[in-house]
């Protein structure tokens, strides 16, 4: 199995909207996907965040088979329309893939 982690920082304002809102949006975008790609098997999204080095706004944990459904999950339709508004709202992000 391969862990996925995906840390954010947010633009305060796009288009007039809020951060927080960006960042409920993405939520909603991001966890659509659990059951839609194969070899994802959960999908979590949390804007509550505790604490955090470097600060971030948002994070993503996500499970997949193996490498291969990971890359599978990445290169996906549905991934990467939730990818276009991600990058529209964001200004940092940091990845990290383990395998368990």
């Given at each position: 199995?391969?862990?996925?982690?995906?840390?954010?920082?947010?633009?305060?304002?796009?288009?007039?909207?809020?951060?927080?809102?960006?960042?409920?949006?993405?939520k909603?975008?991001?966890?659509?996907?659990?059951?839609?790609?194969?070899?994802?098997?959960?999908?979590?999204?949390?804007?509550?965040?505790?604490a955090?080095?470097?600060e971030?706004?948002?994070?993503?944990?996500?499970?997949?088979?193996?490498?291969?459904?990971?890359?599978?999950?990445?290169?996906?339709?549905?991934?990467?329309?939730?990818?276009?508004?991600?990058?529209?709202?964001?200004?940092?992000?940091?990845?990290?893939d383990?395998?368990?």
């Open positions: 199995m391969v862990r996925h982690i995906v840390m954010w920082t947010l633009k305060e304002e796009v288009d007039g909207v809020p951060a927080k809102e960006n960042a409920a949006k993405m909603e975008m991001l966890e659509a996907l659990n059951g839609r790609i194969d070899g994802l098997r959960h999908l979590e999204v949390s804007y509550d965040i505790v955090a080095e470097p971030c706004h948002i994070v993503l944990c996500s499970e997949h088979d193996d490498v291969d459904a990971l890359n599978h999950y990445q290169g996906h339709p549905e991934h990467q329309a939730c990818v276009a508004f991600v990058k529209t709202v964001v200004t940092g992000r940091k990845a990290l383990y395998q368990v």
